[in-house]
């Protein structure tokens, strides 16, 4: 008898029906004398929604009001999953997520689990029940609801395994698993068998968004394996798990973000600090920088790049143009012609020469690279949009098709 | 400053648009320096909707689950109406049920208040907030989450009202208040300005639902005054409270029930308990009779007659027949083609002959009575279905046009 936690998302939940054949997926476990504990997302754009609801009310919907508002949605699964196992003969227990033991801050809107309590769980469970569990939701101070953020669910399955010792945790998607690349872009993407935490987590930021990065480190923090596949096709999926340097493949996914903006700031005066100012400023306004370049230039002046998401663009030129004139620089561009090709790969770290042959593979190509990134396990390239399937074509093939 | 309950039913809270309004009446009562409660109901066909939703997944939604299900639907309404009011400058605090201090038993769909700590919601008022409490909603023993049943809201609201000691208990509604008569059928029709909790009772049995039950019953127990009036259309509306006999008007209102049918069975041989042995085995089976006639007849037979409601035909004839082969009755037989006509009025206590007025009345129209059911404030009369309207008519003019 293993203790299985399930997760899945809105798009295998988004109909009664398609709820009735996951709670049938999950009763076939059961009945294989296993314990389960299926952690639901909203069905199907529920979430969406209830935001643009919200957003007719109020010029900016507030935190805690939002919380309670986006709550709702996993109930409205949990309770119709509990429903719909019953229905097939097990008995099934719903908690709405506050009431599961998972306790938070409370920072609305993205609240940090603090501790699970799985006691509640625990007995449900020994009681020979289906244990039903709403993702996204926690119980912060003084009982108010609070949110984990966009994935959250996959946040609130990794840790109820990890308190509660699960021997496996399943995240249940739309796609059979984590790819080498996109498989509408590259005919020729293979299924990833096994994958480090670290890779998964370096995915997230490159576009190719599986998911919530929080739970990836919740689950790397504690040694929480588990596997993403499909709802409703057969297949083991993608594991991911702690994987040693050596057993890593070179590169592992190939994948590229068209979701990107560039700002450039030409000759800010060269003093200590410069970069500081400015990205501090974009930062209290909540604006993410991904790629930042910096060439320290002739008489004492410097030249600044760096990446913005395209959401972000208008607001990040704004604040930029503000810090710039003050800095003294001469001139602020914006570019939103740009996407982002990345490779990443665990094997990197002992496989010098990589980053070489990603920028000659891209030459290759006749794409011309002009922002370059690179973390341990992760090289990432700018490129005019138009250049982005080529790049992301050349890349898959040096890369994994090789292989 | 008074202390103000104020509850929105569904049909005000149907859009988006509509909460904004129903925020800024709140907005505005409070802003003439009074603490306001808001009670909200789900939005429009919400809970219809979910229902539906519950039935695609089992074919009979276990109570439980069904309760956490529903309670979304007011959830969302208060997360919506405070951030309507937040919108507008006002602080909200905004309440689920369970989290309001609401403890019920643990009769699923159906639960009864047991106790209400108003703790938090008074600390908030004192705060100068603006509370939003969900209706319809308790937390039962162990943290499950109940509902109080069809309109559960109102007793939501009486019940706060009770507990906080307010000075005022408004229930908003789509109409502005409690008329003699369907102004749909009886153009004529007054609008009631003072109503006995007893007359708002019986009306509840008539066929004229304004309101639950339970929720009357609930403000007569602890003496609640409240207010029953229109959220979109000025006025004063009809007020509900205790009423001495001689204040009252012999009749404050006439009403029809078209959903009821009418079974008999003939000649059960006339036996002590034979009508307990009939209608205990439809109470078992939760079927709700309304009017009840037997008369003992010849040799020892009698003849019973029974009204239902017309969603429980089916199966209470079914009952009945059962039951009656076993008393050895003749024959059984149903009618789905009748109607019920009540008036209602506490001051039919201290006027005699008010009965006799309304079988003349309903003579004079031509109107054959087929079943006659008393109370002290209520006479019904079931007459054929075609008759209904000419018999609500001379009921009115009879009892209120001539006042």
Redesign the interface.
């Known amino acids: 008898m293993a203790l299985i936690v399930q997760k899945f998302g809105g798009s295998s939940l988004a109909t009664?029906?398609k709820?009735?054949k996951v709670?049938a997926r999950v009763v076939a476990v059961k009945r294989q004398n296993h314990q389960v504990v299926v952690v639901v997302s909203a069905m199907g754009k529920t979430t969406d929604n209830?935001i643009a609801?919200?957003r007719?009310?109020?010029?900016q919907?507030?935190g805690?009001?939002?919380d309670?508002?986006l709550?709702?949605g996993e109930?409205?699964s949990?309770?119709?999953m509990?429903?719909?196992i019953?229905?097939l003969g097990e008995e099934?227990e719903?908690f709405?997520g506050y009431?599961a033991g998972i306790k938070t801050d409370s920072v609305h809107t993205k609240a940090r689990i603090m501790k699970i309590d799985p006691a509640r769980i625990r007995k449900e469970l020994e009681a020979g029940k289906i244990v039903v569990v709403a993702g996204f939701q926690g119980l912060g101070p003084e009982?108010i609801?609070t949110t984990l953020g966009r994935g959250g669910s996959d946040l609130t399955a990794i840790a109820l395994a990890a308190s509660l010792k699960a021997d496996l945790c399943e995240i249940y998607t739309d796609v059979p698993g984590v790819f080498t690349a996109d498989p509408h872009r590259i005919p020729g993407a293979r299924l990833i068998r096994c994958l480090a935490y670290e890779e998964m987590l370096e995915m997230a930021s490159t576009g190719a968004k599986v998911m919530q990065s929080r739970a990836v480190e919740f689950a790397k923090k504690y040694q929480v394996v588990f596997s993403v596949k499909s709802t409703f096709e057969e297949g083991e999926g993608t594991m991911v798990k702690e994987i040693e340097v050596q057993e890593g493949a070179v590169v592992s996914s190939v994948s590229v973000d068209e979701n990107q903006a560039k700002i450039s700031v030409f000759r800010v005066p060269d003093r200590p600090g410069i970069a500081a100012k400015l990205f501090q400023a974009l930062g209290s306004e909540n604006i993410n920088v991904d790629m930042i370049v910096q060439n320290v230039g002739r008489d004492n002046h410097a030249d600044i790049s760096f990446t913005v998401n395209l959401t972000d663009l208008e607001k990040a030129l704004s604040l930029t143009r503000e810090v710039a004139g003050c800095l003294g620089a001469e001139r602020v561009s914006a570019d939103d012609d740009i996407a982002k090709v990345s490779i990443i790969g665990i094997g990197m770290m002992n496989h010098p020469g990589v980053a070489g042959r990603m920028f000659q593979a891209l030459a290759r190509a006749g794409v011309n690279i002009e922002m370059i990134s690179t973390s341990e396990i992760k090289i990432s390239c700018v490129v005019r949009r138009a250049d982005a399937q080529k790049s992301l074509e050349a890349a898959h093939r040096e890369f994994i098709e090789k292989n």
């Open positions: 009664a029906e709820i009735k709670a209830l609801l919200a007719q009310v109020h010029h919907p507030p805690r009001e939002l309670l508002l709550a709702t109930m409205v949990v309770a119709l509990s429903m719909a019953e229905e099934a719903g709405p009431f009982n609801i």
